[in-house]
């Protein structure tokens, strides 16, 4: 045993602790490459099943036309199993118009409850609000749907009631923006939080010190100094608001031609038609909801390189 | 802070008080509101159904013939859509009503369990089930496996299943422990018989849960389920594929028989009824409709509720 042990050193010519440290790089290494291989593989596996309806024949259904596929105002015309004219331009649209009007909800009411917790609130219930921030973004998306179908739809039905539009049970845009909003304030606040959190004192005294008031140095220097920051919690909240499938799915009410621009329309978005009869369906119909899934992938990115951009040019100042 | 908890209180109290307000107004139906038709998904087995029931099946798989304008959404969906939207219309299997929502009488038949089982309620399917010609399963075991099965299905513990997956069983007769003597076959070790499942993908659900509950209780034989669609249940245990690779020994039908798929006698059989039923919100003041009825709502032709003829 001494004599194996003592082999080994020799070949390796290294010592015990060296061996140990070459060791857990290579577990890094591993643990690296699996996490970004599997992203790899997803997007490889989306690709090839996605592109699959463009370039096949699919069962003697046709090839599906790229062109009328991203300018669709349909979702399908003609008979499930027995058609390729599929199409999602509408959707296209329905998606970004949802994901765009429930950030104008969440960013204000993020952004200030952010700032609220970080320098308005007494330290107990800043600590206090800070967990409830927290916890909610802890709720899975199926319970925001839950409490869509069961709360918001009714209000928003009986809200279309009182000013005489007959809503459909309440899906909506409005419906879905509502449950959308709910589910990226948390993500909008905690980001934000700590963008605001981490302004130099410095600056804050500063402006303090020339006379400004309290309010007016939250505002005018604080939110700006932090804006880098808010722009980054914006990005993520509309990633959530982008990628939402079961609680939208829940409240849109699923339309199948469009686009929805009115408050009260019913309506559906890329993630929600990819999901509705996934379990249920084969052949094309399900082939491509994969198709789908890549414009999604493409809108999601194209939108947070436009947000990027966008932060990029809005600049910051001093953020420690 | 103080304020803070004020200003919570009051628009708690606020919505709160909205939300009673609209649950004590307007509580007469306006027949001049416009139909909100919901609909199940393309494919849903549902929505098959209950568009061949209503006459208009060619609705059942493409949207483009329905009204403009329709939501879609799944069972639970629509029956909890019906609870809230007053002007809107919707199916669900009948399994799944309740008295949140009002259930239509359909062409004058009330829908309950009762109707469908005494064949008065007609807007449903069956499930049937057709096995192989005696003497044609390459085995005694095999024949006396699937004849097994069949008697599984009238049971209380196969009913109960049925029930389980949202059909309704014929009605059933004693537990599997009264009958199982008559199976010997059961009492071998099956683990190396395979029995083969197809047709309708519709009872696809209900065969598998069958299969995977009767299994332990008589050998463990292998089930295997390859459902793709009514027309191969006959085809592929009696009919024209029946000794090709994709011969089945149970074969199931979402639908009545045709003439040109009669077996010999005593292969073929039903198994349970699929219901559907048109529902309404409580506050709808229609009880019943016809089929033409429905047919004019769902191609849109019916408008408002005061089109439809009570």
Known sequence: ????????????????????????????GISALISASVIIIIIIFITIKGVTPFISYNQGLGQVNIFRFLTGRVWLDGAAFSSSLYGVGFIIINTVYIALLSLM????????????????????????????????????SIVYGLFGSGVILVLVYNFAELVGIQSKG????????????????????????????????????????????????NFKVVLASAKSGIFASAILGVGRALGEATAVSLVAGNSKSGPSLGLFDITSTLTS???????????????????????????ILLTNIILNYVKRKVGSVSVK | MRKIIIIGLTLISALYLVGCDNNQLDTSFDATKSITVYTRDTSSGTRTGFMNGIGFGDAAEDNSLLVS???????????????????????ISLASLNNTVKGLAFNGVEPTIANVINNTYSLKRPFNYVIRADGDYGSLDKENLTKAFI????????????????AIPLSATGTWDDIKAEHNVCLKDNSNIVIKFGGSDSIEKIAKALSSAFA???????????????????????????????????????????????????????????????????RNTLNAITQESLKSIYDGTYKVWEDINQ
């Not at chain 2, 304008?69 to 199916?91: R, S, W």
């Not at chain 2, 219901?275 to 919100?281: C, G, L, R, S, Y």
């Open chain 1, 273 to 299: 038609t990819m999901l509705e009869g996934l379990k249920e369906t084969t052949g094309l119909d399900y082939d491509i909801r994969f198709s789908v899934g890549i414009v999604l992938m493409i809108v």
């Open chain 1, 1 to 28: 045993m001494e004599k194996t042990l003592e082999c080994f050193k020799r070949i390796l010519g290294k010592s015990k602790k060296e061996n140990i440290d070459i060791l857990i790089r290579g577990i890094f």
């Open chain 2, 69 to 91: 304008g329709f939501v879609t959404k799944d069972n639970t969906g629509i029956l909890t859509a019906m609870k809230n939207d007053e002007y809107g219309i919707g199916f």
């Open chain 1, 170 to 217: 309440g899906n909506s845009v409005i419906a879905t923006v509502l449950v959308l909003s709910l589910m990226s304030l948390p993500t909008i606040t905690a980001i934000s939080e700590v963008a605001i959190r981490s302004v130099g004192k410095d600056i804050e005294l500063g402006s303090l010190a020339l006379g400004a008031t309290k309010t007016q140095t």
């Open chain 2, 151 to 166: 008697a599984f299905l009238g049971t209380i513990d196969g009913s109960d299943i049925i029930n389980d997956k949202g």
């Open chain 2, 216 to 282: 332990p209780k008589c050998g463990g034989f292998i089930a295997e389920h390859d459902h793709t669609g009514s027309s191969d249940g006959f085809k592929r245990t009696q009919g024209s594929e029946k000794d090709s690779d994709n011969a089945k020994d149970v074969g199931f039908a979402s639908r009545d028989f045709k003439d040109t798929e009669i077996g010999d006698i005593g292969t073929q059989g039903q198994l349970a009824w699929d219901a559907i039923v048109a529902i309404v919100n409580n």
């Open chain 1, 105 to 140: 909800i969440s960013m204000p009411i993020g952004v200030l409850t952010a700032l609220f917790i970080a320098k308005v609130a007494p330290q107990r219930l800043s600590i206090f609000l800070r967990t409830v921030v927290e916890l909610l973004s802890a709720i899975p």
